[in-house]
């Protein structure tokens, strides 16, 4: 059950694009289309914005999007916004019958 | 609205026990899985334990395996999580989580309960 490896950091500037990857193995990511990731701003708790690899809940912004290729997930978040300057944590279902979060990479928004 | 609010938190000693219950309202609890994820102080969320919506299957990360034991009473809509032989690495903020269903993800979330294991 090791924590599936993600980018400490990632920044753009508002109106980019990013992606945040999420490394897993043929246990968890490379084996399931159950990926998930969770966008958690200081102090407050983690909200799902992507799951199933790439479907977003209603009323997420449909400018966060999710892949899978082999054993790593992205998430893409399109024409940044300040208000999407976070920790994002990405999470995978596992051989293990439990689940497995990312370590979490922080957004700046320059 | 969805709420779920967790208590039995506190200060407990290395060695020592505590029992976290989880008030579930909003939804049918008993349709769901529930899960229970925690986060250290300035770190990253951790995966913690599952049980099913009729309590028949549970499983545990392999930190707890051994220590933690989930449960849930259908009847009260309430979660638990007795945590045993309790170590400084368990201090951390933990969060009960309902499962989006059959989705395999956590759609709603508590405040958390915090849990310090120190001497």
Known sequence: ?110 | EVQLVESGGGLVQPGGSLRLSCSASGFTFSDHSMHWVRQAPGKGLEYVSFISNNGDRTGYADSVKGRFTISRDNSKNTLFLQMSSLRAEDTALYYCVKDLRDKYSFDYWGQGTLVTVSS
């Open chain 1, 1 to 110: 059950q090791s924590a599936l490896t993600q980018p400490a950091s990632v920044s753009g500037s508002p109106g980019q694009s990013i992606t945040i990857s999420c490394t897993g193995t043929s246990s968890d990511v490379g084996s399931y289309n159950l990926v998930s990731w969770y966008q958690q701003h200081p102090g407050k708790v983690p909200k799902l914005m992507v799951y199933e690899g790439s479907k977003r809940p209603s009323g997420v912004s449909n400018r966060f999007s999710g892949s899978k290729s082999g054993n790593t997930a992205s998430l893409t978040i399109s024409g940044l916004q300040a208000e999407d300057e976070a920790d994002y944590y990405c999470c995978s279902y596992a051989d293990s019958g439990t689940w497995v979060f990312g370590g979490g990479t922080k957004l700046t928004v320059l």
